[in-house]
């Protein structure tokens, strides 16, 4: 223990006079959204190209231009989060990035669990309730421990940590939207999500399918970030701040009302989350949903209540802006 | 180990904001995860202290108000909600409507108003479940009749009696989204999609309880009649303190166990640690319990049942003062500062 607080001051000593910060970089493991097809869970290209736009790439960013090492996971967002080519598929390969096996295009972890590798888990949109689902089901006493027969406990055992950019923890109004078949609801939405496939209808705002009542507090921390940039229209149709498909009440996990309406100066504290811990608020982003995931539009970065920035010393006031040009794969590539 | 963490985290801090010491700066992530699971590893995961005086059972219950806004994003709103998360067979459902300006807000008076004046907002709603189709329509009224509350408030009530004949199987649930149309006095319409459970539990808790000290842990058993063989899940929250105003949810627990049909016990375990760490001195009572079937997704819930069980106190020696030092959040928290010390 003396030896371990000696190694600790010295470090801590040779910061403040100067030696540069840095970090040893965890292996980061994305993680993609819903999709319309199958082509992420057959294709790799698919699952790849999901955080790329042009030019413009969320994982180079994320990772240092390559620098940290990566795995993309590529599971059947065309299934319910539940199921065994969603969770399933997910924790699967989680375990496999965490043993040092290489993703289908040939990226893996430069050190496996077993010779004290760190992983972190970015998942954007659906990502978070699948995640949300693997890491509230890794015991033994949980309710769907290893549901389907998948590595649950694992995958949760091996990974650091989380974090969810414009994640379905409570669904989406925009499901509902699509799922709903009624005259007079806000229609203007259903585009973006176009159809009421099983993972639609399992990431719609009702209480029959919310991860939370499948699920305990995470085995590992969830930290939130996701977007308030409207997109024309199908914002409209959404509660609060929203990036466009998914409101604020979700993106955050927040208890209560999940169409409750939130902007970054009150969206709900870590103590108000839809399970009493596990969930961390890290920030709000001038991004939309497609944005949070393709490094396309370098914006605004707000502070919200128990979030991650810090001003002074202290934590930044909620609302303030922290980052006037920032996007949120560059905001993952400064966390470690 | 905290302070170190703090103290390095804000070396680290510094370091990184120093050519702009104004500018707003991140604490490392990976510290902030290691300090809080050291603080998590005092307790196994299947026993946790309650510190925000949260019931993690009954917040997982809360009514969730859901809403639609009309066409392009017309107001008002439609807003709907159930009175439950979960109903099983003969069980009545309630269901609720209203419209609202935002959900910040408070329904719109004059709205109300108008509504109350012409008396003909039609709202109804389809019961339809994931895989056994339309199980029934309900209209909705505001005339404080039968479900509804108070006549003209502008919240529109309607009930449905969950049908015997369409159960699921024991032990198993399905999905019912509800449907719901509203057509105001102009013929403006709204919609709305909710849902809730249609639960057939498998198993019952009988209202046997009983307690004992094991090793240090507050160890409740609750007695269960499992009729369908299968997957069940316990969870319950423990109240400290004296009368209603004093008790407050100190501790959680749960655990799981595959059953076979016939009576049953199954075990809780308070850790002990956290009855020195709330300072909870007693008597002691199981607030909320909840038991549901796991057998496939969704779920079989039952609805929680309220202080059903209390403690005898015990003398604080009694429960054991040891952090469990849960090793799979001790390792995390090493691996995270392992990586913060490295260059």
Redesign the interface.
């Known amino acids: 223990m003396r030896s371990m607080?000696v190694?600790?001051?010295f470090?801590?000593l040779s910061?403040?006079f100067?030696?540069?910060?840095?970090?040893?970089?965890?292996c980061l493991i994305f993680v993609h959204g819903k999709q319309t097809d199958t082509n992420t869970y057959t294709n790799y290209t698919s699952a790849r190209n999901y955080w790329v736009n042009g030019s413009n790439d969320f994982i180079r960013t994320a990772t240092k231009n390559f620098a940290t090492p990566y795995y993309v996971v590529g599971y059947n967002g065309t299934r319910r989060y539940?199921d065994a080519q969603a969770a399933g598929e997910v924790a699967r390969e989680i375990v496999a990035a965490t043993n040092g096996t290489a993703d289908a295009g040939g990226h893996r972890c430069a050190l496996t669990y077993a010779q004290?590798?760190?992983f972190w888990v970015v998942a954007h949109s659906m990502g978070g309730a699948v995640m949300d689902f693997i890491l509230g089901n890794?015991?033994?006493?949980?309710?769907?421990?290893n549901?389907g027969g998948a590595p649950f406990d694992t995958a949760?055992?091996r990974i650091?940590?989380a974090?969810t950019t414009g994640g379905t923890h409570r669904g989406s109004?925009g499901a509902?939207?699509v799922?709903?078949?009624?005259?007079?609801?806000?229609?203007?939405i259903a585009s973006f999500i176009q159809s009421c496939d099983d993972a639609t209808?399992w990431l719609?705002?009702?209480?029959?399918?919310?991860v939370?009542?499948?699920a305990?507090?995470p085995?590992?921390?969830v930290?939130l970030t996701g977007g308030f940039e409207a997109i024309f229209?199908s914002?409209?149709?959404l509660?609060?701040e929203d990036d466009g498909v998914v409101q604020y009440a979700s993106i955050f996990a927040c208890?209560?009302?999940?169409?409750?309406?939130y902007d970054n100066s009150n969206v709900c504290r870590n103590?108000a989350k839809?399970?009493?811990?596990g969930f961390?608020n890290l920030d709000g982003a001038h991004e939309n949903h497609d944005d949070e995931r393709n490094d396309s539009d370098s914006d605004q970065r707000r502070?919200v209540p128990d979030g991650?920035?810090?001003?002074?010393?202290a934590p930044?006031a909620a609302n303030?802006t922290?980052?006037s040009s920032m996007t949120t794969g560059r905001f993952v590539s400064?966390?470690? | 180990m905290k302070i170190?963490n703090t103290?390095?985290g804000?070396?680290?801090?510094?370091?990184?904001s120093?050519a702009t010491a104004?500018e707003?700066?991140?604490?490392?992530?990976?510290l902030?995860?290691a300090d809080?699971?050291r603080e998590?590893a005092r307790y196994p995961?299947?026993s946790?202290a309650?510190r925000?005086g949260?019931d993690?059972i009954l917040?997982?219950r809360?009514?969730?108000?859901?809403?639609?806004?009309?066409?392009?994003?017309e107001g008002p709103m439609?807003?709907i909600?159930?009175s439950a998360?979960?109903y099983e067979p003969g069980e009545k459902v309630q269901l609720f409507a209203e419209l609202v300006k935002?959900?910040?807000v408070k329904p719109i008076d004059l709205l109300r108003k108008l509504e109350k004046k012409s008396q003909n907002l039609t709202v109804t709603a389809k019961l339809v479940g994931?895989t056994s189709g339309l199980m029934g329509e309900v209209t909705y009224r505001d005339n404080g009749k039968g479900a509804d509350r108070r006549a003209g408030d502008g919240i529109y009530s309607a009930s449905f009696t969950m049908p015997k004949a369409r159960a699921p199987q024991a032990g198993y649930a399905e999905?019912?989204?509800?449907?719901?149309?509203?057509?105001t006095s102009q013929g403006?319409?709204?919609?709305?999609?909710?849902?809730?459970?249609y639960s057939n539990p498998g198993a019952r808790l009988t209202g046997r309880y009983r307690d004992e000290m094991r090793d240090g842990n507050m160890v409740v058993s609750a007695e269960v009649n499992v009729i369908a063989p299968g997957r069940y899940?316990l969870a319950a929250t423990m109240d400290s303190g004296k009368g209603a105003d004093g008790a407050q949810p100190m501790a959680?627990a749960?655990?799981?166990a595959v059953l076979q049909p016939g009576k049953q016990w199954i075990d809780l375990t308070y850790y002990g640690l956290i009855f020195h760490d709330m300072a909870a001195a007693g008597p002691y009572t199981m607030s909320s319990i909840t038991l549901?079937s796991?057998l496939s997704?969704?779920?079989a819930?039952t609805s929680v049942q309220r202080n059903v069980y209390s403690m005898p106190v015990h003398e604080m020696s009694a429960f054991q003062a040891r952090p469990f030092n849960n090793p799979?959040l001790m390792?995390?928290a090493q691996?995270?500062e392992?990586?913060?010390?490295?260059?």
């Not at chain 1, 839809?274 to 811990?277: A, G």
């Not at chain 2, 804000?10 to 990184?16: G, K, P, Q, Y």
């Not at chain 2, 707003?24 to 990976?30: D, K, N, Q, T, W």
Request: glycine share 8%; charged share 15%.
């Open positions: 607080i190694v600790r001051l470090t801590f910061l403040l100067g030696a540069t910060a840095a970090y040893a970089a965890p539940n004290g590798g760190t890794n015991d033994a006493t949980d309710p769907n421990f549901f949760s055992a650091s940590l974090i109004q509902d939207a799922c709903g078949q009624l005259n007079g609801v806000c229609n203007v209808y719609r705002s009702g209480e029959d399918v919310q939370k009542n499948f305990n507090a085995a590992k921390l930290y229209g914002s409209v149709c509660s609060g208890n209560g009302s999940t169409g409750s309406s103590n839809q399970e009493t811990s961390r502070q991650i920035w810090t001003c002074s010393g930044c303030t922290v980052q400064t966390l470690y | 170190m103290l390095l804000s070396a680290l801090v510094l370091a990184a120093a104004a707003p700066a991140i604490r490392p992530l990976g902030d995860a809080l699971y998590q995961r299947s946790q309650l925000d949260v993690p917040n997982k809360q009514i969730n108000k859901q809403f639609m806004a009309g066409p392009n994003g439609l807003s909600w159930n998360i979960s935002d959900t910040a994931e999905s019912v989204a509800v449907h719901v149309q509203a057509q403006e319409f709204r919609g709305a999609l909710g849902g809730f459970l899940h959680w749960q655990n799981a549901t796991a997704i969704p779920n819930m799979l390792d995390a691996r995270l392992a990586d913060a010390q490295a260059k």
